[in-house]
């Protein structure tokens, strides 16, 4: 799957870029037109920006031997399904609008898909079932 590769990058570099972003106090709200939030939310923030440079690297060594680092890319398509249903569940009431979520509104699902058929597919399946033998025994 050529496509699997350069996708992990991408999200790396997303990851990578969100990671830092939320580090900034009030870089955020401010990148995408939302009312500054209280003092204390930049606590919050900086404790995501550390999760987010943590699956940036998770994502970078995933896509170095993707087989290897399943366990990355499992977690990836997790992440990538609760965004997308926050996304647009917070659309749905309004709380934020299109032009502030932009690719948020879809770019989970295309993730979801290309990491998707590569951690189900035949080979990878086995080699997670592999992976969970040899840790039990």
Sequence with gaps: MKILKPTL???????????IVF??????????????????????????????????????????DPRRHLAWIQAMIGIQAIDWVGTISYLATGAVTITQVTTAAFLPLVFIVILGRFALSPESRAQDQKSVATANA
């Design 23 to 64: 580090l900034v106090p009030g870089l955020f709200a401010s990148t995408i037109g939302l009312e500054e939030a209280p003092d204390w939310v930049n606590w919050q923030f900086a404790m995501l920006g550390a999760r987010f440079l943590g699956f940036a690297f998770g994502m970078f060594l995933a896509s170095r």
């Design 9 to 19: 990058v991408i999200i790396g570099v997303v990851q990578l870029v969100l990671g």
